[in-house]
């Protein structure tokens, strides 16, 4: 028996093929670009995720040489805010727009005039009213290509589309519409506020339900094109966020994931809403049954030392990320006095300050190449525990820290992370969290895994405990961090 796991990323689709005991078996990575321009907007052609998606379910099967008869079900995550634009004859009427895609200022301009701050955040869950967000774009079209506008018969984010181009079904979960800007996170439903500022209704919107329920079986003409038998149950699936989140365990609080990528994302669970009072974090419906997330997040993380690598080369040529963080492990905590202030695109939690910059402070003669990868590396987690210590305050369980990302890869910086934490960091065998979790979604929803067995499927390769007195050191460097930004940006 075997569950396929569909992961929609913003320039790849992954598709895993998971056993009965939660093992990755095999894997396909089928990547695109995306449109981008110099103001601010970033679009792709909508058959690149379906014709993704056909590309990597077929490699899969090929390179696992297991029978597409044993696979029992298709599990979703997706990517959120990528907005697709459906008419009643099942066209996309125009490019869809990527989350990525910041043209629509005014738009949430407007909007942030016309609803009160304070009810935005207790109904949805976003801390601000952001150009990302689906109703932002969807006011833009309103305004900028009213045409198109008129014509959709169903504004979807991109999950909603492929489980359209699967089973048929217009369909929905929490998850992925939590940061659409019109879900009210506590009642699950649509909000109203949000779409009389639209001019739409819920007809123009697909049907909510959630992550773990069978949608719908793939029909002949689909199973044709996937090269499976008709029949396979669909699973709607969720936000790649939360469907990381169970890959990785994170489904009881106490558990933290961190992944350190491009950016900094930061999830913990919770069995309500948690609204913080200074607004600094957003809240989100689980990919499972009553639980909530809290999702502090930087832009800035893992970027910067490619940042680094590529404006600061050797002079024996371009250095992979393991030479890199070899280096680092040369240099004693603390990177001798150098101390890095890593927000190059500002500040996003716990301190929203879009004008914050980055700043390397404390330099001197001695330092070298090897102190500044050290000091980018001790701000990214001195950056993670400050978003802890913004859960604590909110009175949110941290036991452990679970690592994914990209610098799940490096036993240096992982060590760095659990001394600077002084938390114990565990790093999950599969770093595909989020292809995981979908095929461990799929198998809930198939019934073949419950809510108990999580644990047992998840597997972790490697646990780091941090050093006493490393932590010690760490301690006194932290705060002169956290004074070092407040002086700054304060």
Same mark, same amino acid.
């Given at each position: 028996?075997?569950?396929?796991?569909?992961?929609?990323?913003?320039?790849?689709?992954?598709?895993?093929?998971?056993?009965?005991?939660?093992?990755?078996? @095999?894997?396909?990575?089928?990547?695109?670009?995306?449109?981008?321009?110099? %103001?601010?907007?970033?679009?792709?052609?909508?058959?690149?995720?379906?014709?993704?998606?056909?590309?990597?379910?077929?490699?899969?099967?090929?390179?696992?040489?297991?029978?597409?008869?044993?696979?029992?079900?298709?599990?979703?995550?997706?990517?959120?805010?990528?907005?697709?634009?459906?008419?009643?004859?099942?066209?996309?009427?125009?490019?869809?727009?990527?989350?990525?895609?910041?043209?629509?200022?005014?738009?949430?301009?407007?909007?942030?005039? !016309?609803?009160?701050?304070?009810?935005?955040?207790?109904?949805?869950?976003?801390? !601000?009213?952001?150009?990302?967000?689906?109703?932002?774009?969807?006011?833009?079209?309103?305004?900028?290509?009213?045409?198109?506008?008129?014509?959709?018969?169903?504004?979807?984010?991109?999950?909603?589309?492929?489980?359209?181009?699967?089973?048929?079904?217009?369909?929905?979960?929490? &998850?992925?519409?939590?940061?659409? /800007?019109?879900? %009210?996170?506590?009642?699950?439903?649509?909000?109203?506020?949000?779409?009389?500022?639209?001019?739409?209704?819920?007809?123009?919107?697909?049907?909510?339900?959630?992550?773990?329920?069978?949608?719908?079986?793939?029909?002949? !003409?689909?199973?044709?094109?996937?090269?499976?038998?008709?029949?396979?149950?669909?699973?709607?699936?969720?936000?790649?966020?939360?469907?990381?989140?169970?890959?990785?365990?994170?489904?009881?609080?106490?558990?933290?994931?961190?992944?350190?990528?491009?950016?900094?994302?930061?999830? @913990?669970?919770?069995?309500?809403?948690?609204? %913080?009072?200074?607004?600094?974090?957003?809240?989100?419906?689980?990919?499972?049954?009553?639980?909530?997330?809290?999702?502090?997040?930087?832009?800035?993380?893992?970027?910067?030392?490619?940042?680094?690598?590529?404006?600061?080369?050797?002079?024996?040529?371009?250095?992979?990320?393991?030479?890199?963080?070899?280096?680092?492990?040369?240099?004693?905590?603390?990177?001798?006095?150098?101390?890095?202030?890593?927000?190059?695109?500002?500040?996003?939690?716990?301190?929203?300050?879009?004008?914050?910059?980055?700043?390397?402070?404390?330099?001197?003669?001695?330092?070298?190449?090897?102190?500044?990868?050290?000091?980018?590396?001790?701000?990214?987690?001195?950056?993670?525990?400050?978003?802890?210590?913004?859960?604590?305050?909110?009175?949110?369980?941290?036991?452990?820290?679970?690592?994914?990302? /990209?610098?799940?890869? &490096?036993?240096?910086?992982?060590?760095?992370?659990? %001394?600077?934490?002084?938390?114990?960091?565990?790093?999950?065998?599969?770093?595909?969290?989020?292809?995981?979790?979908?095929?461990?979604?799929?198998?809930?929803?198939?019934?073949?895994?419950?809510?108990?067995?999580?644990?047992?499927?998840?597997?972790?390769?490697?646990?780091?405990?941090?050093?006493?007195?490393?932590?010690?050191?760490?301690? !006194?460097?932290?705060?002169?961090?956290? &004074?070092?930004?407040?002086?700054?940006?304060?």
């Amino acid at each position: 028996m075997y569950l396929l796991g569909i992961d929609i990323g913003t320039t790849s689709v992954k598709v895993g093929l998971i056993n009965d005991e939660g093992e990755l078996v @095999a894997l396909s990575i089928q990547e695109y670009l995306l449109k981008t321009s110099s %103001d601010n907007r970033v679009e792709s052609y909508v058959d690149i995720y379906w014709n993704s998606c056909k590309a990597g379910i077929r490699d899969v099967l090929e390179r696992s040489s297991i029978s597409s008869a044993s696979i029992l079900a298709i599990g979703l995550s997706s990517q959120g805010e990528t907005l697709v634009c459906l008419n009643k004859e099942g066209k996309v009427l125009r490019n869809v727009i990527v989350w990525l895609d910041s043209r629509a200022v005014e738009e949430s301009e407007i909007i942030g005039r !016309e609803i009160p701050i304070e009810l935005w955040y207790r109904t949805t869950g976003l801390p !601000e009213v952001s150009p990302m967000w689906p109703i932002c774009k969807i006011l833009w079209l309103k305004r900028n290509e009213p045409d198109i506008f008129d014509k959709t018969s169903k504004f979807l984010v991109l999950k909603d589309y492929l489980i359209w181009k699967l089973t048929g079904e217009l369909v929905t979960d929490p &998850s992925v519409s939590s940061s659409t /800007g019109y879900l %009210d996170i506590v009642k699950k439903d649509w909000w109203d506020d949000a779409l009389n500022i639209l001019g739409i209704g819920y007809e123009k919107l697909p049907s909510i339900v959630e992550s773990y329920t069978p949608v719908r079986r793939i029909n002949s !003409e689909v199973s044709k094109e996937l090269g499976l038998p008709s029949g396979i149950p669909v699973i709607n699936g969720g936000m790649d966020q939360m469907i990381g989140a169970l890959g990785a365990g994170n489904i009881k609080p106490g558990i933290i994931t961190e992944t350190t990528g491009t950016a900094l994302a930061i999830i @913990a669970t919770t069995d309500k809403p948690v609204f %913080d009072p200074q607004r600094r974090v957003p809240c989100s419906p689980h990919c499972l049954p009553d639980r909530y997330v809290l999702m502090p997040y930087t832009e800035t993380a893992g970027i910067l030392l490619r940042w680094f690598r590529d404006n600061f080369p050797s002079i024996n040529g371009i250095e992979d990320y393991d030479r890199m963080l070899s280096l680092a492990n040369q240099i004693p905590p603390g990177s001798d006095g150098l101390i890095a202030i890593p927000y190059f695109k500002g500040s996003f939690c716990p301190n929203f300050n879009p004008n914050a910059r980055g700043a390397f402070v404390g330099i001197t003669l001695n330092h070298k190449r090897a102190h500044f990868i050290r000091a980018i590396v001790e701000a990214v987690s001195f950056m993670l525990r400050e978003n802890i210590g913004l859960l604590r305050s909110l009175s949110i369980p941290t036991k452990k820290v679970r690592s994914l990302g /990209g610098a799940s890869k &490096s036993d240096i910086w992982l060590q760095i992370k659990a %001394d600077v934490l002084n938390l114990p960091v565990e790093v999950p065998l599969y770093s595909e969290a989020s292809v995981l979790g979908a095929g461990i979604l799929a198998g809930i929803g198939c019934r073949i895994f419950s809510e108990s067995t999580i644990d047992n499927l998840i597997k972790i390769r490697k646990v780091f405990n941090p050093g006493p007195e490393t932590s010690r050191v760490y301690e !006194e460097l932290y705060k002169n961090y956290i &004074s070092i930004y407040n002086r700054l940006y304060r």
